[in-house]
Each structure stands twice: as structure tokens, then as C-alpha cells.
């Protein structure tokens, strides 16, 4: 099919450059064929006084009659120049179109393996932030006007919550990547691992919830240090899994 459009289009510059010659010729040949008619016309006329002093002005007439028609039929020759031209150029084969190339195909949808654990990721960030005002007020019963108490569990608290979106995001735009091409064992596992840091997270969030709840319901020395020490496992797993991030 290449080898094809390349001849036509060669094909095609031929016959330009035969009708482009045509045309520069027969500009050539009229041009010639003017100038001859003058030569000749001032020639005879230089004649004709010299042999008869009383040249008739009649015969200038003549001499102009033949320069119309010698003239007429240089028009005609470039006018009969000028259709073949125009048949040449109409017999003239239209250019076939190139083929149209093919569109790439993407999938619409994203593979069933790899949703799963997008599922799971965007389950786990919803059940926090729904609940952004039960953990305000649990704070608020445990601490009350202690506002350092309460700014300090609710940045931890919140840098969790920020994590568990970080990995959701980051997981979709692995998919993104993953899905348009085949699943792989190698691909699972590594959304499997941003499932398991937040399933991490979410557990030392829950056990700070759980502390929280038993040192509101009865507060002691010793539900007090437990508060803190699931505060400080969530603010390590945190920052931890942050960092690697």
C-alpha cells in the first residue's frame, strides 16, 4: 500500500512538471512569434518605401491584417495549450486516503482483584471521618477545660486520620497505574501492604478510643497511664509508617 502511494504521488509530479513545460513553451513560442511579427512588419515596411517613395498607406492596412491574423493564431495555439492543460490535470487520479490508525483501547473498569482493596482502604478512612464529632465530644468529657489535654490526643487522633487518607489516595493511584495491564501477584501485594498499614493504624486508633472511653467512665492512675501509652503507640505508628511514606 506504501509502495502504491508513492508511486501515484511520483506519478502525479510527472505530469506537473510535463504540464508545467508545456505551459512555459508555449509562453516561449508566443513570445518568438511577436517578435517575429514585428521584424517582418517593420521589414516590409522599410521595403516598400524604399522601392516605391509613394507607398500607399493602404498598404500599412494590409500589413496590420496580417499582424491580427498571425496574432489570432498564436491566441488560438495558446488556447488549444491551455484545454490540454485543463484535461491533463482533470484525468489527473485523486489522491487515495491514508488508512485511519486505530484507536488503543483502554478499560474502562477497574479489575476486580485491585477494587477489592481499594474497598477495603476507602471503608476503613470512612468510619473515622464520620465520626469527627463523637471524638470531639468524647475528648471534651474526658478533659474538659484541659485544652493542651484535648489539642494533644486530637493531633495525634488527626494525624491517623490524615494517614489512613494518604494510603487510600496513594493505593489509587497505584490502581491507575496497575490497570491497564494484567494483574500480577507482585501488584496484590503491594496494595495488600497499604491495607495492612491502615488496618495498623486503625487498630491503635481504636485502642486510644477504647482507653479514652474507660478513663471517662472511671478515670485512675492506672486508666490514665494505659491513655497514654495507646496516645504514644498511635503517635510511633504514625509517624513510622508517615516516614516511609
Do not use: W
Amino acid at each position: 500500500m506504501a509502495q502504491k502511494r508513492k508511486k501515484n504521488s511520483r506519478n502525479r509530479r510527472q505530469k506537473r512538471g510535463m504540464i508545467g513545460n508545456m505551459s512555459v513553451a508555449g509562453l516561449v513560442i508566443s513570445l518568438i512569434l511577436m517578435i517575429v511579427i514585428c521584424i517582418m512588419m517593420a521589414f516590409i515596411t522599410l521595403l516598400s518605401f524604399a522601392l516605391n517613395p509613394h507607398f500607399a498607406p493602404l498598404h500599412l492596412l494590409d500589413l496590420f491584417g496580417l499582424g491580427l491574423s498571425i496574432y489570432g493564431i498564436v491566441c488560438c495555439a495558446l488556447e488549444v495549450n491551455r484545454r490540454q492543460k485543463d484535461k491533463l490535470l482533470a484525468a489527473q487520479p485523486e489522491p487515495e486516503p491514508e488508512p485511519a490508525k486505530p484507536e488503543v483501547q483502554l478499560p474502562e473498569q477497574i479489575p476486580e482483584p485491585y477494587e477489592r482493596y481499594l474497598v477495603v482502604l476507602k471503608k476503613t478512612l470512612d468510619s473515622y471521618e464520620e465520626r469527627d464529632d463523637e471524638f470531639d465530644q468524647l475528648l471534651e468529657d474526658c478533659f474538659g477545660g484541659s485544652n493542651i489535654a484535648k489539642a494533644r490526643y486530637s493531633t495525634v487522633i488527626d494525624q491517623a486520620r490524615r494517614l489512613l487518607k494518604e494510603n487510600y489516595e496513594r493505593a489509587e493511584q497505584a490502581v491507575e497505574l496497575f490497570r491497564f495491564s494484567a494483574v500480577t501477584k507482585e501488584r496484590c501485594s503491594i496494595l495488600q501492604q497499604y491495607v495492612d498499614d491502615s488496618n495498623e493504624v486503625a487498630i491503635n486508633i481504636e485502642r486510644v478510643i477504647n482507653e479514652l472511653a474507660k478513663n471517662r467512665h472511671h478515670s485512675t492512675n492506672e486508666t490514665h497511664d494505659a491513655l497514654n501509652d495507646s496516645l504514644r503507640e498511635l503517635a510511633s505508628t504514625t509517624s513510622r509508617y508517615s516516614s516511609n511514606h
